[in-house]
């Protein structure tokens, strides 16, 4: 096993809709195609995924690769700065939604993802750091938040992607906004804000979805989504078509770039890393971490 290299493949067991069991083996066949010894690790709930990073740190590995939902993911990849293991990750998405895998245009089938990270060479992507927890492609808050967490995983591994439509549409009858004032940059915004997102992802849960043309992975920037409470049906109308044509011109929806946000909220709203939930705060600071992570897309 001498000529080997060495790969760290860390497995959410729970995550998904589809069975992985009977991918498995040809997930580790390709690896061992390639001339890969695969040490195989599995989690049993949330924050397993960091434990594990940490108790390998030590060791030599010349890849990493984990296979599960958006959450997992980042799991793996705040794990990996933690604990200072500087190694080129690869991503089989197995989640329910993989609103980050999607963006990346990753291979929904396993071991066809599997031959991409074996095959495909590493590009620099950007993450970005709420106060001191790291997350990759979105913090958010407002509407549709709670039903990235909300969500048992039991629902989501049933109904998958419509399971955040459907616990979104819940949040519709408890409608509410909260007042924040946000500085980007030397731009500062105050207003009765429906939904705040800092990205970088084409797709958010099915609720939304941005233009390519929009979003750069790698550019140090992250972008900006402030859509403020509407104040009667009409502007309600033009939010939402702007938002399905996405059209972020109108000046009822604010779209930046920006590297950097401070956003203060007395009303201390929870939010939305990845999937994951973060307690509010009532002044929170967003920055982006430019080329934060190595991984293969």
């Not at 290299?5 to 195609?33: C, E, M, Q, W, Y």
């Not at 594990?52 to 997992?72: N, P, Q, Y």
């Amino acid at each position: 096993m001498s000529a080997y290299k060495r790969l760290l493949f860390i497995v959410n067991p729970h995550a998904g809709v589809k069975k992985k069991d009977s991918a498995l083996s040809d997930i580790i066949l390709t690896f061992s195609d390639h001339y890969y010894e695969t040490i195989v690790c599995f989690t049993r709930e949330p924050g397993d995924a960091e434990t594990l990073i940490r108790e390998h740190a030590g060791e030599e590995f010349d890849r990493i690769v984990c296979m599960g939902g958006d959450g997992t993911l980042s799991e793996v990849i705040g794990g990996c700065r933690k604990y200072a293991m500087n190694i080129p990750m690869g991503y089989i998405p197995a989640g329910s939604t993989n609103d980050f895998a999607q963006s990346l245009q990753l291979p929904m089938e396993p071991a066809e993802a599997a031959e991409r990270i074996m095959k495909g060479k590493p590009h620099k992507l950007d993450v970005g750091m709420w106060e001191e927890r790291q997350f990759v492609y979105t913090a958010s808050c407002g509407l549709f938040t709670r039903a990235s967490y909300d969500t048992p995983q039991k629902v989501k591994n049933v109904l998958g992607h419509a399971a955040y439509v459907l616990e979104g549409m819940r949040e519709l009858t408890q409608v509410r906004s909260y007042h924040m004032q946000i500085t980007a940059g030397e731009r500062t915004f105050e207003d009765n804000y429906l939904f705040v997102t800092i990205c970088n992802t084409i797709s958010l849960g099915g609720v939304m979805d941005l233009s390519r043309a929009e979003v750069n992975f790698s550019d140090g920037l992250f972008e900006l989504l402030l859509i403020p409470m509407p104040r009667d049906l009409i502007q309600l109308t033009q939010i939402v078509n702007a938002l399905r044509e996405q059209r972020f011109d109108t000046p009822l929806v604010t779209f930046i770039k920006t590297e950097r946000v401070v956003i203060k909220c007395p009303e201390k709203p929870d939010w939305s890393l990845d999937g994951e939930k973060a307690e509010g705060k009532e002044t929170v600071e967003i920055r982006v971490v430019p080329g934060g992570i190595s991984m293969f897309y």
